[in-house]
């Protein structure tokens, strides 16, 4: 979540069954701040209230619940469409995932922060190549 919103979904053996791929929340903040006629301000991403009482802050509402919620039905939608339980687990990461965290959550109680998950993934990509070379036969 940040620049770019990925959404990988993976079979249970780490097999990848597909993806989306969408403008992310910082897109859309710079789309707003440089891209339009009259360029508005430039408003950090926090969770607000759901209507703003001035433009920086109506930019903020914009951004920050149309991510939550679009991500939020997005997600929904993806699980029936995989007749998937609700209660399978999904996992956010990335620049902003944390910013959006405590409300997407409450969207998707089964929703998990894991803030070094590239990190994670390199050290089991190292343990696994590791354990290869260990096993390879001399």
């Known amino acids: ?25 910082m897109m859309m903040q710079d789309a707003l701040h440089s891209r339009i006629a009259a360029p508005l301000p430039h ?3 926090a969770a607000t209230p759901h209507l703003g009482r001035d433009t920086a802050t109506a930019m903020q509402a914009g951004l920050y619940w149309l991510n939550v919620y679009g991500l939020a039905g997005l997600l929904r ?5 995989l007749h998937l339980a609700d209660s399978t687990p999904i996992l956010a990461t990335g620049g902003l995932a944390a910013s959006l965290f405590p409300d997407l959550q409450r969207q998707l ?30």
């Open 77 to 81: 939608g993806l699980l029936t469409e």
């Open 1 to 25: 979540m940040g620049t770019a919103t990925n959404i990988e979904v993976a079979a249970p053996d780490g097999a990848l069954i597909g993806g989306v791929i969408m403008p992310g929340i």
């Open 109 to 138: 109680p089964q929703l998990q922060l894991v803030g070094d998950l590239t990190l994670r993934g390199l050290w089991l990509a190292s343990q696994q190549l590791r354990l290869a070379k260990s096993n390879k036969p001399a």
């Open 43 to 45: 408003v950090p991403i």
